[in-house]
Each structure stands twice: as structure tokens, then as C-alpha cells.
């Protein structure tokens, strides 16, 4: 093999070579000139990439290029480039100028349209800005723009600004009812799908240089963004303050943590700065859960043993209890991630036994309620109603069984039987004592009397119970008392079937009901939790004659008055006709949790009522059922804003004197109106709206405005300045929103109704897009033509109703 030519030194080029390559440089700086000249960046000429050809745009890429070349050629020519390099390095300025601004524009109209072409685009420029040298200028420019829309975006989605500095100074209830819900909406976006695209972007500009780059850019422009976010969550969580209603709150955050937890990883990365944030938050949103967890069990140890329920019905904190853990056994799978300590075994902080340990908790302190009774039957009446109301708890919580075990509920229905067995005993010790001991027949009646009189105000669990109760009695007591009568005849007064009739009508239901109304009718009382923890009552009218209901029927009450008494009228008349109906007092409302009167959120109780009303329509039983709502008054403004939140659910509406709009001489002064807009947020439940004592003007019967009156759950007070906020903008958003109605209805309404003027019933009759719709105007009659009219009005409006419903249930669903 030759061995290689020894290196030989590099000649310079014949100086005429020299020259051509100057003058080929010199032409292509020339032509740059004309370009650079044409998409000066001060002038106003529009986007070369947006608005030009693209050839135009290619071409002035390739100008600048020739001008980076053309300054690199002048440079290496130390004695002759010297003009050149100056005249080429002040065009390329300019042209990176241009350059910075149309990346300014591309990245402005991203947000509008992230297309392959824009990013195309914006890389282009990016790769012609950094092989010339501007690579600092393109990344500054390129995080600033994308920093700013990325806040942007974010603010839109959270609609509050972040980071959230004001947060400390809000109470829980506008962060539950604003700041959370808005939260959980813009992180699953954000994490899921806002930073991902972020992230592409990124690498699709920066791709042909170092990863690194992109990263680091990416990290600049969105790492603040992201954390900011998680700090909205973990300021929000810290406002817990182991408040039990507010865990759902604490597990609905780590629930969204959860769900968007790959997705931030998988962009961010395991070892980013964001990474390491969310872990942070996680961990302080599972010792808020744990916290939470703590103080219930607590609270339920704490609870006073001597405050008993009247009459041995299930106590409030029962219903409480039991609600709360239906809805604690929705969040297995995210307890089960929350409640986990590194320090401790899994087996003892699983969610099973945190919820067998509320439960045992709860069973334990009615245990000392029970004993703070004096009378022992009534104890163990108690005993019987709240462990049998636990018992069908569990078994109606598909979760909450499968976590407690249908053993477990079966145990607790039996131990209800034992103390029913107990009661029975204790209740009527003395009648069977005087009985076995032949005492005077005076004397066993009166020990019968005795027995009866101590129960009339007694109660039942539900109608279930009453009726295990009563065949209870009556199997002990009725069969010694009719040997009893056998023996003496004629000196006894009371028959066997007297003691039989006067047992039966023992735990027969409210005041008010007659017992053959009761036995054409299943009524029941149940609380439940809203998503804000808060504890709303429900009632339901069902004939117990038939198997399946005609349909459900929905109301929705006005504005200070409640279900269970002053709709209690409607419910039973429509129960009657064979329509299965549901009713709930919303939030600071009748027997439900909040202030009084106060209306916090008009949304929120239009939210509560379609999450109740729903669950109740997805029950089983009533799987295909139509679906009618009836609303009066300030319920009807909630009965059109749930068909508006959901359009095609309800099969039609019956409108009792709507609230559409607020009668002229009802309204508030427009000062006042002022005031709301600017005051409601400031000092809410203050009680200082004017306005007259409506019962008189809304009610035309006197009994029946007696009878409001006397109802301590209606609330008769002045509205508060946030209700009354809300009830006018609400009547503002009905009234825009007439032409949107489609659902079929029927609206009656008195012709003398002051409070909701029926004009305003004309107009949505008028302009409802619905198809099947009926007005029905009732002159002389009054606001409130369910109940405040004579009986025979009533009649009348109540054989419209149900006339319409009818003719509506009997279509096919």
C-alpha cells in the first residue's frame, strides 16, 4: 500500500476567482435588499405567511439566509468586506426584525387555528431566526406570547384570575359553590389537553435543534401556569377545616388530581418542578380527607346523648350519618388512594373499615340516646327505628353494601326485630300482666288505655316498620285479651276488635291524615346531601292501591314555603289519581339545611333539584316512567330552567302561577335594584329589601293563610339582599328566555293573582316554541290556586291538571 501524499497547505483562490465570488455575493445581497425593503417590519403591509403567497414567504427565508452567508463570506475577507459586511448585517437585522414580528403574528393566530401549516410556520421562521443567530430574541418572543395565551386561556376556563391570591379572604361557601366547581372543569381541560398542546407545540417548533431546547422552553412557558393551578386546589382543600360536609368537596378535588395526574406527568415529566407539586398537593389533599374522616368520628362521639328524637323516630343525626356515608361509598376507589398511610397497615385505614368505624360509631351512640328515654318502650322504639333505618340504608346504597356486605345489613335488620320484640314487651307489660293475673276487668282496660294513650305520639321509621310494629301488638296482645274477653263478657267494654282498631291506629302517620287516606297511600320522608354537604328534606305521595304509577311527578315550591305541609294538598290529590310524587325543600328552605329564606345561588337549587329528581328517576321502579315537574310560583321559574338545563328529559310541565317575571308594584325600587347589584355580595343576608306581607294578597282562603302563618317552616321575614338579587336576575333570564321553551305544558293561573302578573303567563304561552301547549285563566281567583282558594275552586283547577296529565301519562314513553 503507497504511503500517504504528505499535507500540502491550502492556496488562496487566483484573485480573479475572488472577485466573481464577491460579485455573485454582492448580487445576492442586492436582491435580499429589495426583498428586505419590500416586508420592512415598520411598514403596515400585512403577514408574509398569513396574508402573502407562499412562495413570497419562502423566498424571504431564503434571503435571509443569504444574508447570514453573505455575512460570514464578508467576514472572512478582512481586507475587502468590510463595507459588505456592514451594509449585510444591518439588512439581516432588519430582516430578523420582520422575522420576530411574523412569529409575533403566527403565534397570535394559533389560538384561532393550530393547524399543520401555522406550526409549519412558525418553525420556519424559528429555524431562520436561530441559524442566523437570533436564536435568544426567537425564544424570548416565542415564551412571551405563549405565556401570556397560555394565562389567558387559563383565566377563561377557571374565569377568576390565577394565581389566586384573594383566595384566603372568600368563605367556604363561594369557594364551593364558585371557585372549586370552575376549578375541577379547567384542570381535567388543562392537564388533559391545554399543556399537552402546549407541549406539542413546543416540540414541533424547536424540534430540529436540541431537545433540551424545547423542554426548557416549554418548562418557561408553562410550568408557572401549572402550578398556579394546583395551587388553586390546595388553597381551596386548606379551607376544609375538617368540616365533615366538606370531605365530597376534598375528594371531587383528588379525584380530578387523579384523573389528570398521568397526563401532567407524562408532560411535565416524573422529575419536573410540577411533578413535584402535585405530589405535594395530593399528599395535603389526603391529610385534609384524613382529617375530615377524624372529626366526624369524633363529632358522632361528641354528639349529647340526651338530645333524643320525639316520639322514638329516627334522630337527625342518624339520617345525617347514613346519608353522608351513602355518598362517602361513591368515592371508594379515591378514598381508597387518599386514606392509605405509608406508616400504617392498609387494612386499617382501607375505606371498608373507616366506614364500619363511622357506622359503629353511629350504632354506639344511639345505644346512649336510647338510655336517656324514661319510658323503656320508647327506647327500644327508638332502638328499632334508627337500626332498621340504617339496615335499608345500606341495602338501598348498592356501594355501601357491597363495602358493609349484605350479612351485615341482614344482622341489623334482625337486631331491629329484637328490639321490636323488646318494645312490644316493655309497651304493653302492664296489659299482659294484668290480664295473666285476673285482675278486674276495669282494671285490664284501663291498663289498655293506659298503653294506647302512652304511644299516640309515638312514631314509626316509614310505614314498613309501622306496620311490623302494629302485627307485633297485635299478635301479642289481641289473642290474650280475646280469652280475656270470653272469660268476662259482658262486663268488659272493650271488645277484641276495639283493642285490634285502636293498635292499628298506633304509628299511622302525620297529623292531618286519616287512616283510610293512609292506606291508599305510601308516604315517606327521607334527607339527603347535596353536592355542598348540605342536608335537604324530601317527601313522596305514592298510591300504595296500585303497582305502577300513571308517571312521576316533580314539584317544586315557591319562593319561603316548603313541601311536606303547604304542597302537601297537591301531593296527595295527584297521588290519588295514581301519579307517584316527589318533592324537595330547597337549601334554606322548610326542614332542609341553610338560613332561612336565604337564597345563596338560584343555579344551585336548580342543580339540587336535577340531581335529586334524576336519582329518583333512575331508580328501578320507576326505570320507564314519564317525567312531569309542576312548579308554583318561584318553582316555576326553577321547572323552566331545569327543562332549559336539559331539554328533552321532561316529558311536560304543569306552571302554577309561574314566576316569569316580577309584578310592577312588587318590584324593588330602582335604587334598591342598585344597591342588590352592588351590596349582594358584600353583606348578603342582610334583611333589608321592603316588602308588604304577601299571605294576604297570594291567599284568598282565611283558614288556609292561618295555617301559613302558623308554619314555622315557611319563612315569613323580609328578603335577604343576595335573595333577593338572585330572585331578579332569575326573573330576568326566564323572561329572554320564553321563545326557548319546547317541552309540553300547561299553565293555570288566577286572574287575580298580585304577586305574578298573569300577563306574563300569556306572553310564554305566546311565544314557547312548544307544540303542545294550554293556558287556563281562572277569573277572580288568587296567587296561590292549589291551596289558598275555597274547595271548590281548587276542584276545579285540580280536575284541569290532572285531566292534562292524564291524557300525557297515557302516551307511551
Not at 207 to 234: C, M, R
Not at 480 to 503: C, E, H, N, Q, S
Amino acid at each position: 500500500m503507497a504511503s500517504p501524499s504528505p499535507r500540502r497547505h491550502a492556496l488562496p483562490p487566483p484573485r480573479h476567482l475572488r472577485t466573481l465570488s464577491s460579485t455573485l455575493v454582492q448580487e445576492s445581497v442586492a436582491a435580499a435588499a429589495a426583498l428586505v425593503q419590500k416586508w420592512h417590519p415598520d411598514d403596515d403591509s400585512g403577514s408574509l405567511f398569513l396574508h402573502a403567497a407562499e412562495h413570497e414567504a419562502q423566498r424571504f427565508l431564503r434571503a435571509a439566509a443569504d444574508l447570514h452567508r453573505a455575512m460570514l463570506f464578508f467576514a472572512s475577507n478582512v481586507t475587502h468586506g468590510g463595507h459588505g459586511l456592514v451594509q449585510a448585517q444591518a439588512l439581516l437585522l432588519t430582516a430578523m426584525g420582520r422575522l420576530d414580528l411574523e412569529l409575533q403574528l403566527l403565534l397570535d393566530d394559533i389560538t384561532q387555528s393550530a393547524d399543520d401549516a401555522t406550526r409549519s410556520n412558525i418553525r420556519a421562521v424559528a429555524e431562520a431566526m436561530m441559524a442566523a443567530g437570533y436564536g435568544k430574541e426567537c425564544i424570548s418572543t416565542f415564551k412571551s406570547h405563549r405565556r401570556a395565551a397560555l394565562a389567558t386561556e387559563l383565566q377563561r376556563l377557571l374565569g377568576f384570575l390565577s394565581p389566586p391570591d384573594h383566595l384566603h379572604k372568600l368563605t367556604w361557601e363561594q369557594l364551593d359553590g364558585s371557585i372549586i366547581p370552575s376549578w375541577l372543569a379547567a384542570a381535567t381541560v388543562a392537564f388533559n389537553s391545554l399543556f399537552a398542546a402546549e407541549k406539542g407545540l413546543c416540540d414541533a417548533v424547536f424540534a430540529g435543534g436540541n431537545a433540551a431546547v424545547g423542554e426548557a422552553v416549554f418548562a418557561a412557558v408553562a410550568n408557572d401556569q401549572a402550578t398556579s393551578l394546583l395551587a388553586v386546589a390546595e388553597a381551596a382543600v386548606a379551607r376544609a377545616r375538617r368540616a365533615p360536609e366538606r370531605l365530597f368537596r376534598v375528594l371531587d378535588v383528588h379525584d380530578a388530581l387523579t384523573e389528570v395526574l398521568p397526563g401532567l406527568l407524562s408532560v411535565f415529566g416524573d422529575s419536573s418542578e410540577v411533578a413535584a407539586r402535585a405530589a405535594l398537593v395530593v399528599a395535603k389533599v389526603g391529610e385534609a380527607a384524613r382529617g375530615i374522616l377524624g372529626s366526624l368520628e369524633v363529632a358522632i362521639q361528641k354528639e349529647p346523648s340526651k338530645a333524643t328524637a320525639a316520639g322514638g323516630a329516627v334522630h337527625p343525626l342518624t339520617r345525617y350519618v347514613m346519608n353522608y356515608l351513602v355518598f362517602l361509598a361513591d368515592y371508594q376507589e379515591g378514598l381508597a388512594l387518599l386514606v392509605y398511610d405509608d406508616h400504617e397497615q392498609e387494612a386499617s385505614s382501607s375505606p371498608s373499615v373507616i366506614i364500619q368505624r363511622l357506622v359503629s360509631a353511629l350504632l354506639g351512640k344511639l345505644e346512649a340516646k336510647a338510655g336517656c328515654y324514661r319510658e323503656v318502650a320508647l327506647s327500644y322504639l327508638f332502638l328499632a327505628n334508627n337500626t332498621q333505618y340504617v339496615a335499608n340504608k345500606v341495602v338501598g346504597s348498592g356501594k355501601l353494601r357491597g363495602i358493609l356486605g349484605d350479612g351485615w345489613a341482614e344482622a341489623q335488620s334482625g337486631k331491629a326485630r329484637a328490639h321490636v320484640g323488646v318494645y312490644v314487651r316493655a309497651a304493653w307489660g302492664k296489659v299482659m300482666a294484668a290480664i295473666s293475673g285476673a285482675e278486674a276487668p276495669e282494671a285490664v282496660e284501663q291498663a289498655v288505655m293506659e298503653a294506647v294513650g302512652m304511644q299516640e305520639q309515638w312514631v314509626a321509621a316509614d310505614e314498613e316498620t309501622g306496620e311490623a310494629l302494629r302485627a307485633a301488638a297485635t299478635a301479642a296482645v289481641v289473642p290474650k285479651y280475646r280469652m280475656f274477653y270470653r272469660r268476662y263478657g259482658a262486663a268488659v267494654r272493650l271488645t277484641p276488635g276495639d283493642v285490634t282498631t285502636m293498635i292499628a291506629a298506633l304509628f299511622a302517620g302525620p297529623v292531618g291524615c286519616s287512616r283510610k287516606m293512609m292506606s291508599e297511600l305510601d308516604q315517606s320522608v327521607e334527607f339527603v346531601l347535596n353536592a355542598r354537604g348540605m342536608s335537604l328534606f324530601t317527601c313522596q305521595w305514592r298510591p300504595s292501591t296500585i303497582i305502577e304509577p300513571k308517571a312521576l311527578i316533580f314539584l317544586c315550591h315557591g319562593y319561603a314555603m316548603e313541601c311536606s305541609i303547604s304542597m302537601r294538598g297537591t301531593g296527595t290529590r295527584l297521588a290519588q289519581a295514581g301519579f307517584a310524587v316527589h318533592g324537595m325543600d330547597y337549601e334554606g328552605h322548610g326542614k332542609s339545611s341553610g338560613l332561612q329564606g336565604y337564597i345563596t345561588s338560584f343555579n344551585d337549587i336548580v342543580v339540587d333539584c336535577s340531581k335529586h329528581f334524576a336519582s329518583v328517576c333512575e331508580k328501578l321502579e320507576y326505570k320507564n316512567q314519564r317525567r312531569f315537574l309542576l312548579g308554583e310560583s318561584m318553582g316555576g321559574a326553577i321547572v323552566l330552567m331545569l327543562h332549559r338545563k336539559e331539554p328533552t328529559y321532561w316529558d311536560g310541565a304543569i306552571l302554577v302561577a309561574p314566576m316569569c317575571k316580577i309584578v310592577e308594584d312588587m318590584k324593588p325600587h330602582p335604587i334598591m335594584i342598585s344597591i342588590l347589584s352592588k351590596l349582594s355580595n358584600v353583606i348578603p343576608t342582610w334583611r333589608i329589601i321592603p316588602n308588604e306581607d304577601i299571605i294576604d294578597r297570594a291567599i284568598k282562603s282565611e283558614e288556609w293563610r292561618e295555617e301559613v302563618r302558623n308554619n314555622h317552616y315557611c319563612y315569613k321575614g323580609k328578603p335577604r339582599l343576595k335573595t333577593g338579587y338572585e330572585l331578579f336576575m332569575a326573573s330576568l333570564d326566564i323572561e329572554s328566555n320564553l321563545d326557548k321553551v319546547t317541552l309540553p305544558f300547561i299553565i293555570v293561573h288566577g286572574g287575580g293573582d298580585a304577586v305574578t302578573d298573569p300577563s306574563v303567563s300569556e306572553a310564554l304561552y305566546t311565544l314557547a316554541e312548544s307544540k303542545d301547549k294550554t293556558l287556563k285563566l281562572y277569573p277572580g281567583m288568587c296567587h296561590a290556586l292549589t291551596s289558598g282558594e275555597p274547595k271548590e275552586n281548587i276542584d276545579i283547577v285540580f280536575a284541569d291538571i290532572i285531566k292534562w296529565l292524564n291524557e300525557r301519562a297515557a302516551s307511551t314513553p
